[in-house]
T-cell receptor, first 111, second 115 residues
């Protein structure tokens, strides 16, 4: 069963705009990760946030985690056409590497 | 450069045929994973291996088999018992099974279709 649900399913923006994707999950977690997948390729790890952290930054990426609402958001600032991809959240509830992936958000950034 | 190599990129299966997907890593990672990705869905875990000569069933293991005879290699066989094998298959690895605060590294996938 899939624990994570991303929202929206698809997002279309212009270059330079910010993109926000949300992830909701069902059970308590140890950490939450965000991955990017370009069309026809494998997943690339973007950022990991632990359950005791509320916000984390990496370059143009900002991730927040609200464990009381069981939700996380990924913000990409000043988006570029190269950010066009699908974005997945993945949660770990076991303390081991058994990740559960969400259904993904498809982001399209137009020049 | 270290990474994960999956082959072939595209694979076609005939009725009643078993096919094997290759996954090789040179990251010196102990743990390896196979996922299945269907359109509009996330990844589902088929099998995982914590260490060489060990493997465990994931959430959707029926119709699949694996082996882990070498640390670098974790091939997946899609057997004729898997009635709906058309999907995108992804192999991944991580430093070890016990450290959840580590990323997984992915190959570029094999797309399997039915002839």
């Amino acid at each position: 069963s899939q624990q994570g649900e991303e929202d929206p399913q698809a997002l279309s923006i212009q270059e330079g705009e910010n993109a926000t994707m949300n992830c909701s999950y069902k059970t308590s977690i140890n950490n939450l990760q965000w991955y990017r997948q370009n069309s026809g390729r494998g997943l690339v790890h973007l950022i990991l946030i632990r359950s005791n952290e509320r916000e984390k930054h990496s370059g143009r990426l900002r991730v927040t985690l609200d464990t009381s609402k069981k939700s996380s958001s990924l913000l990409i600032t000043a988006s570029r056409a190269a950010d066009t991809a699908s974005y997945f959240c993945a949660t770990d509830a076991t303390g081991f590497q058994k990740l559960v992936f969400g259904t993904g958000t498809r982001l399209l950034v137009s020049p | 450069d270290g990474g994960i190599t999956q082959s072939p990129k595209y694979l076609f299966r005939k009725e009643g045929q078993n096919v094997t997907l290759s996954c090789e890593q040179n990251l010196n990672h102990d743990a390896m994973y196979w996922y299945r990705q269907d359109p509009g869905q996330g990844l589902r875990l088929i099998y995982y291996s914590q260490i060489v000569n060990d493997f465990q069933k994931g959430d959707i293991a029926e119709g699949y088999s694996v082996s882990r005879e070498k640390k670098e290699s974790f091939p997946l066989t899609v057997t004729s018992a898997q009635k709906n094998p058309t999907a995108f298959y992804l192999c991944a690895s991580s430093i070890d099974w016990g450290r959840s605060n580590q990323p997984q590294h992915f190959g570029d996938g094999t797309r399997l279709s039915i002839l």
